[in-house]
């Protein structure tokens, strides 16, 4: 094996882009290849990195120049790739949510068990260093027994249009906070209870904004808010919250308060200075310690810090979100 390790990236929206330009920047691994349903956005982000673009997805996988595959499409369509990229033996990084379904995640899990390779799922959220160091002071005791979990992911209506029309609220945002919310408790959502309302996107069949309350194995209860349609006037795009209450202390995160305006005549904005921030050149923050993380994995043989029990936990939650908004009722996860 070359020193470095040999990547690719299938779907080239804002995420895949984000991938390979980390992998082609880092300093232990390179850009091989990309693939894209659309063939001239491969061939631009192709001719911008000097790798070659993938006319499909087993003519980017089975090339032996590739250790890693980055899953990037939509999130109903993260199995094909997955699968693809396990049976030709590469490791697999996939987006968040691993998948839509629980079968979809379970297929995903057995391939890449069955070919030895791993599989991480990007809840980037945990190498976001405030959820981090929020974490290790619970685990450390400092809130003592967890008696109530508020999280909350609202995103401007622009996010809410551009994805609505393929995917879930509680698929695209809320897997992000129900991991964390397992993350930092400790313990497993046994029932879920949520409500929805539509009229901003009432054109698209989506949800504007879900709550869900929850109970959890160890006795807490949480409270998750679930938005994309917050008006494009506010300056930060996210606006995200995590509190966990316990019997000895508190623990509180707030995203979107981030102490950078930049302001002209109409606006000011918070430009993201966590996740994917521009810095001497190349990009850092939390995606780039993400993948960064699962390469050295990869490279060392450990095993990844989301576990795929973790990422298919998280898709269990949603999907009885869905069945509880179907149904109008509480559902109980097993
Ligand atoms: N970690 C995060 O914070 C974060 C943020 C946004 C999105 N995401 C996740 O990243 C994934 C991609 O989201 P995005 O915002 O980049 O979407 P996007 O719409 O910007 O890009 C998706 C790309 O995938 C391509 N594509 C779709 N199906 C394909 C297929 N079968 N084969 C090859 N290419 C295909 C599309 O042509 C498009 O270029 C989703 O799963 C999403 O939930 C994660």
């Known amino acids: 094996m070359p020193d470095t390790l040999g990547c690719g990236v299938i779907g080239l929206g804002m995420m895949g882009e984000r991938h390979a330009r980390i992998w082609h920047e880092l300093p232990q691994t390179r850009l091989v290849s990309v693939h894209d349903l659309v063939p001239a956005r491969a061939d631009e982000l192709a001719g911008a990195f000097g790798v ?3 006319a499909s997805i087993d003519d980017l996988v089975s090339d032996p120049a590739i250790d890693i595959v980055s899953v990037c499409t939509d999130d109903q369509s993260h199995v094909e790739s997955c699968v693809s990229a396990a049976r030709a033996g590469k490791h697999v990084l996939v987006e968040k949510p691993i998948a839509t379904s629980v079968a979809d995640a379970d297929t995903m899990i057995s391939a890449c068990d069955a070919a030895g390779v791993k599989l991480m799922t990007g809840h980037c959220v945990r190498f976001d260093p405030r959820y981090a160091v929020a974490q ?5 005791g400092k809130t003592g027994d967890i008696v109530q979990v508020f999280g909350r992911r609202n995103n401007i209506v622009d996010s809410g249009r551009r994805i609505g029309p393929r995917a879930s609220v509680a698929f695209f945002l809320g897997v992000h906070d129900i991991d964390i919310m397992r993350w930092f408790t400790g313990s497993d959502i046994t029932r879920v209870y949520a409500e929805s309302a539509s009229k901003v ?3 698209i069949p989506t949800e504007d904004t879900i709550f869900t309350l929850m109970k959890f194995a160890n006795g807490a209860v949480g409270c998750l808010e679930t938005c994309w349609v917050v008006p494009t006037g506010v300056p930060n795009t996210l606006d995200a919250r995590l509190e966990v209450v316990g019997t000895e202390g508190r623990v509180a995160v707030r995203v979107g308060d981030e102490s950078l305006d930049v302001a002209g005549h109409d606006r000011a904005t918070r430009p993201d200075v966590a996740y994917g921030p521009l810095m001497l050149d190349a990009q850092h923050g939390a995606l780039r310690t993400q993948l960064e ?13 989301v576990s795929n029990a973790d990422a298919r936990a ?3 939650v949603a999907e009885a979100i869905h069945q509880s908004l179907s149904t109008g009722l509480p559902v109980n996860l097993s």
């Open 52 to 54: 070659t673009a993938r």
């Open 136 to 140: 290790q002071a619970i685990a450390d």
């Open 201 to 203: 996107l009432a054109d």
């Open 314 to 316: 998280a898709v269990a």
């Open 293 to 305: 993380h699962f390469a050295d994995c990869v490279a060392g043989d450990r095993p990844p810090m």
